[in-house]
């Protein structure tokens, strides 16, 4: 495998001294094989206001990349992040790098995915992120050994659109997009288990996330395309076990259709799932209430990995 898929640095991370970073670039060469004509600005911008805590979101991707967060004592098992955005950006602290340490502290190798956006003109259009998102579980799995990973225990998690990108990784894990680039094509990216909090799931009229839908299927999409990219319709007995946590109070993905659908299909199919739902939470988790039980989702999906997958 060429060097540029498995590491351009790597350095101690400060988060409680307990796990290394590693950045992985998805693909071979300076761009990913769909995004060599694409003209788009790559920017960063640092949303946060506190100093020295950061907030950022990356655009502009066309050579995307994992972060790998190690911890010192990996239990075997790996989980891939999705960070949200509305797939107009990757905020990759808040939903990524933020919620890799208490994975990490008990264990868990996470993989921070920076995908491509959908809007941005590479040539699988919609179908980007999710060619990102099976390379990353190809690259995963194909190079377990080396990371000291069990490869039936892979897994992915997402935020807002990118748990709809996990919910499309774990339902079109299979689909065919673009031409193969490598061996790594050949490698199942299959998720063992998924993780969806708050989760963007039906492109349908009406109860749909607006700009979540605009972006990645157009304006005004034909049946045929929302129905291709509303998962909880391609939930089926091999799609993997579940874990959904949403709030109540979730402004901005209706939470009743999107989460809970998808737990009604995934109930319908026989495939084993947890679903929490907060009284208070709002879109994020981002209660104003010490006390909400929200606060402890984490803790939550932690207990319900031991439980289910890391046995």
Not at 162 to 188: F, N, P, Q, R
Request: hydrophobic share 35%.
């Amino acid at each position: 495998m060429k060097k540029i898929l498995v590491a351009a640095f790597s350095f101690a991370c400060s988060l409680a001294g307990l796990f290394s970073q590693e950045k992985i670039f998805l693909w071979p060469g300076d761009t990913a094989p769909g995004s060599k004509n694409v003209k788009v600005e790559h920017e960063i911008v640092e949303r946060s206001k506190v100093e020295g805590v950061h907030n950022r979101a990356e655009m502009g991707i066309t050579q995307p990349y994992m972060t790998m967060y190690k911890a010192s004592n990996p239990n075997g098992a790996a989980i891939i992040i999705a960070p949200g955005g509305a797939y107009q950006r990757v905020v990759y602290d808040v939903e990524g790098g933020d919620r890799a340490k208490l994975y990490c502290d008990n264990g868990y190798t996470v993989f921070v995915l920076n995908y491509r956006l959908p809007g941005d003109g590479h040539d699988e259009g919609s179908y980007a992120p999710l060619a990102d998102a099976q390379r990353a579980i190809r690259i995963v799995r194909g190079n377990a050994e080396k990371y000291g990973i069990d490869p039936a225990k892979i897994g992915v998690m997402g935020s807002s659109a990118g748990g709809h990108l996990a919910s499309c990784l774990g339902t079109m894990y299979d689909e065919k997009i673009g031409s193969k680039v490598d061996a790594l094509d050949d490698v199942s990216a299959r998720p063992d288990f998924m993780m969806l909090c708050y989760p963007v799931i039906t492109m349908q009229d009406g109860i749909c996330h607006e700009g979540s839908r605009k972006v990645l299927i157009g304006e005004k999409p034909k049946k045929k395309l929302k129905n291709a990219f509303s998962t909880d319709l391609l939930v089926n007995e091999k799609t993997p076990l579940t874990f959904i946590a949403l709030s109540q109070n979730d402004g901005s993905v209706k939470p009743f259709y999107n989460g809970v659908a998808f737990a009604k299909k995934l109930s319908e199919k026989g495939v084993p799932y947890e679903l929490h739902i907060f009284q208070d939470g709002k879109h994020g988790f981002k209660t104003d209430d010490s006390k909400a039980t929200c606060n402890d989702w984490q803790k939550l999906s932690l207990d319900w990995l031991n439980a289910y997958v890391n046995k």
